[in-house]
């Protein structure tokens, strides 16, 4: 077992290697538990892998081999990469500074209304109608019916809570039913939270999966200036993963081609490996069509990426509404393992050049 002391040693190590201090910690964790808990491949193989660049859990699905290996972007050389977009990164990854950036679309963004810190509720813009109080929020739930609470630094669904209003002193926390007493309890444990609209999706989306928000996840990056939008899957949230679509905690993805809008080819994990998984495992719907309102989603996101001209690097998450869409998050180091389970991303020649750019800068 890894002590405090060692850890701290590693991290310094990696710092001198160059990685940044927040990416240290991670991946010092992501190799411990792919090493404690990856059973599907044995001590060898998986030193193997970490000499290679990879944790030996996606080099088990990627099936690598000496033929094929440099095809695939290391995960070690990834993590080293970060942060890709500078000192930017902040911009995009604290929700609320993200809100006030993209003010000028704000249509492609949900409702922000409070942030809660210390026990307070306090209104993230001005002419909030409800006061900043418990109350305040309980006449907003009343109003609305259902609210989302989300980490201001958060993703994967982390942290991620869904109040839906039952009756006059009933509500449902994600799945648990809980009374007005109850919910301030909770509400008062809280810190570093925001309260946004709950986005109603796509009747399209709803059908295959009406438990979460179902939602697309877009790799943008900038070539000369210019946006390029190269991987894409869309993920489906099951009984299993509750109200947020987890692909890692039981969840459906299936990909996108990013030139058409057109999902295909779905797939979860399963243990330690990835299975094919054609139609969704509750409401047996084929997980196969057109994303809606493709074309209005990839015009518009082209559009903002070029508007926030020092971002060279996008993660999208994005929810699919009837007529249009709505930004959830952008991620300024998302997660590459779910876009290489389909391809490896060095076969591409502009996401090649793009990474190997990246590295450079940071010599």
Known sequence: MVNKISKKLIKKLLQSKGYSSYISSILIDKVLDDYKNNKGIDLRN????????????????????????????????????????????????????????????????????????????????????????YDGFINLLKEKNILALKLINGSLGKGFYKI????????????????????????????????????????????????????????????????????????????????????????????????????????????????NCSVHPDSRIEINGEIPNYKTIISKLHEISDFLSEIIYFGYDIAITEDSFKIVEINSHQDISWHQYNQPLLIDDELRSFYSKVEKGRK
């Open 46 to 133: 998986k030193i193997w892998a970490y000499r290679k660049g990879f944790l030996s859990k996606n080099a088990l699905i990627y099936n690598l081999n000496e033929e094929n290996i440099d095809e695939y972007l290391q995960d070690f050389a990834y993590y080293k990469l970060h942060p890709i977009n500078g000192k930017f990164s902040k911009l995009i990854d604290d929700k609320i500074t993200l809100k006030y950036v993209l003010n000028k679309y704000n249509n492609y963004l949900p409702e922000y209304y409070y942030k809660i810190e210390d026990k307070k509720f306090i209104p993230i813009f001005e002419g909030l109608y409800f006061n900043d109080s």
């Open 164 to 275: 839906t209003l039952l009756s006059n002193d009933l509500v449902l926390i994600n799945e648990k039913k809980c009374n007005f007493n109850e919910l301030e309890n909770f509400l008062r444990g809280l810190n570093g939270y925001i309260v946004t609209e709950y986005i109603r999706q796509h009747y399209m989306l709803n059908e295959i999966n009406s438990i979460s928000l179902n939602t697309l996840r877009l790799m943008v990056i900038k070539i000369d200036g210019k946006s390029k939008i190269k991987r894409g899957f869309l993920r489906f949230g099951t009984e299993k993963t509750g109200v947020v679509d987890n692909a890692s905690q039981g969840g459906v993805f299936a990909y996108v081609d990013t030139v058409s809008g057109e999902f295909r080819d779905a797939k979860k994990k399963k243990g330690d490996l990835i299975e």
